[in-house]
C-alpha cells in the first residue's frame, strides 16, 4: 500500500513539505509528521490529515532550512490505539554515527522484515518501533558506521552507505531523509534498484524538493510564483542535496525495472505525469 513522503531545502522548509503532504494527502491518512533541522532536530506529527495535524503555530516550530515529511498508510505492525500508530509514524531518526532521519513510501516482505530485524538485534541494534523502516534506517546507518567514523561527512560516505543497504534488504522503496553532522547537512533521496515505488526531485533557484509525486511539486510553484524544474529518479539512484550548491546523483545498483503498475493507475493523481510507464 502506498505511502506519500516530501522533503525541502529553503527558509522555512517545513511550511514547503507541509503543501507537499497536502498534495499526497490520497496516499495515507493514518498518520503524518514533518522533522526540520536547524542546529538540532524539530518535530511534530498525529493521527489522521495533514490539516486536522498542523496549523500555523506548530508548523512555526519546525524551524530550519531542511525538513522532511510523511503521511503514512502502515504496511507493518498492529495498531490498537493512537500511541502505537504515533510511535511507528516516520520520519524515524538515530544520533549514531551522525544524524540520520528517514521517511518512505514503500513495504517489505514481512519474512523479510522479521529475518533481517533479528539479524540487526543479533549486531546489537536497539529497535524503537515495529516499522519497516526502521529496517531501513538501520541498514544505512551501519553502512554509514563503516566509512564515516571521526571524520568529515561528505557525498562518497551516503553513497556507500545507500548501497550497503540496498545490498541487504530487498523491498520496495522511495526513501527521502535529512543526514547531518557537525555543520554538514544533506538532504537525501533514493529508489530500490527495481525502482517499484517513484520518487521526484525539483529544484528551483530558491528551492530543492522531493516529493512520491510530480502533482505535489507542480501545486507548490502556485506558492513561490516559479516552476519548478523536475526529474524522477532512476531505479538504484540516489540524490544528495545541499543549500547552496546543485545536487549530485549516482546510480549505485542497475537492474530491470519493475515499476509497480497501480503506483500510475490507482496510487497516483492523474495529474501527476508518469515518467515511467512511458519509458
Known amino acids: 500500500m502506498p505511502c506519500g513522503t516530501g522533503g525541502a531545502i529553503g527558509k522555512n522548509a517545513s511550511f514547503f513539505v507541509y503543501h507537499l503532504l497536502l498534495q499526497e494527502q490520497h496516499r495515507g491518512e493514518?498518520?503524518?509528521?514533518?522533522?526540520?533541522?536547524?542546529?538540532?532536530?524539530?518535530?511534530?506529527?498525529?493521527?489522521?490529515k495533514v490539516n486536522e495535524v498542523f496549523n500555523r503555530e506548530n508548523l512555526s516550530k519546525l524551524r530550519g532550512n531542511y525538513a522532511i515529511g510523511?503521511?503514512?498508510?502502515?504496511?507493518?505492525?498492529?495498531?490498537?490505539?493512537?500511541?502505537?500508530?504515533?510511535?511507528?509514524?516516520p520520519p524515524l531518526w538515530e544520533d549514531y554515527p551522525c544524524f540520520i532521519s528517514?521517511?518512505?513510501?514503500?513495504?517489505?516482505?514481512?519474512?523479510?522484515?522479521?529475518?533481517?530485524?533479528?539479524?540487526?538485534?543479533?549486531?546489537?541494534?536497539?529497535?524503537?518501533?515495529?516499522?519497516?523502516?526502521?529496517?531501513?534506517?538501520?541498514?544505512?546507518?551501519?553502512?554509514?558506521?563503516?566509512?564515516?567514523?571521526?571524520?568529515?561527512?561528505?557525498?562518497?560516505?551516503?553513497?556507500?552507505?545507500?548501497?550497503?543497504?540496498?545490498?541487504?534488504?530487498?523491498?520496495?522503496?522511495?526513501?527521502?531523509?535529512?543526514?547531518?553532522?557537525?555543520?554538514?547537512?544533506?538532504?537525501?533521496?533514493?529508489?530500490?534498484?527495481?525502482?517499484?515505488?517513484?520518487?521526484?526531485?525539483?529544484?528551483?533557484?530558491?528551492?530543492?524538493?522531493?516529493?512520491?509525486?510530480?502533482?505535489a511539486i507542480d501545486v507548490l510553484s502556485n506558492y513561490v510564483n516559479e516552476k519548478f524544474e523536475t526529474f524522477e529518479l532512476q531505479g538504484g539512484e540516489v540524490?544528495?542535496?545541499?543549500?547552496g550548491r546543485e545536487p549530485v546523483k549516482k546510480i549505485l545498483i542497475e537492474t530491470e525495472p519493475k515499476h509497480c503498475f497501480f503506483e500510475y493507475t490507482y496510487f497516483a493523481r492523474p495529474d501527476s505525469r508518469k515518467w515511467s510507464i512511458c519509458l
Do not use: C, W
Not at 533541522?37 to 518535530?43: A, I, L, M, P, S
Not at 543479533?122 to 524503537?128: I, L
Not at 528551483?204 to 522531493?210: I, M
Open 30 to 48: 493514518d498518520t503524518t509528521k514533518i522533522l526540520s533541522f536547524d542546529k538540532r532536530h524539530y518535530e511534530h506529527g498525529g493521527v489522521g
Open 239 to 243: 540524490i544528495i542535496a545541499e543549500e
Open 102 to 215: 528517514l521517511s518512505h513510501n514503500g513495504d517489505m516482505p514481512q519474512s523479510t522484515y522479521e529475518n533481517l530485524r533479528k539479524k540487526l538485534e543479533e549486531d546489537r541494534f536497539y529497535f524503537k518501533t515495529d516499522s519497516d523502516l526502521e529496517i531501513i534506517e538501520k541498514l544505512f546507518s551501519k553502512g554509514l558506521r563503516k566509512s564515516l567514523k571521526e571524520k568529515k561527512l561528505n557525498n562518497e560516505d551516503i553513497f556507500s552507505a545507500a548501497k550497503f543497504m540496498m545490498e541487504r534488504a530487498p523491498a520496495a522503496y522511495a526513501v527521502t531523509g535529512i543526514v547531518t553532522k557537525g555543520n554538514e547537512r544533506r538532504l537525501i533521496g533514493f529508489t530500490d534498484p527495481q525502482k517499484i515505488r517513484p520518487l521526484v526531485f525539483g529544484k528551483n533557484k530558491n528551492l530543492q524538493v522531493l516529493a512520491s509525486e510530480t502533482a
Open 70 to 89: 510523511q503521511v503514512r498508510y502502515p504496511t507493518v505492525g498492529v495498531y490498537d490505539d493512537n500511541e502505537q500508530k504515533l510511535r511507528d509514524a
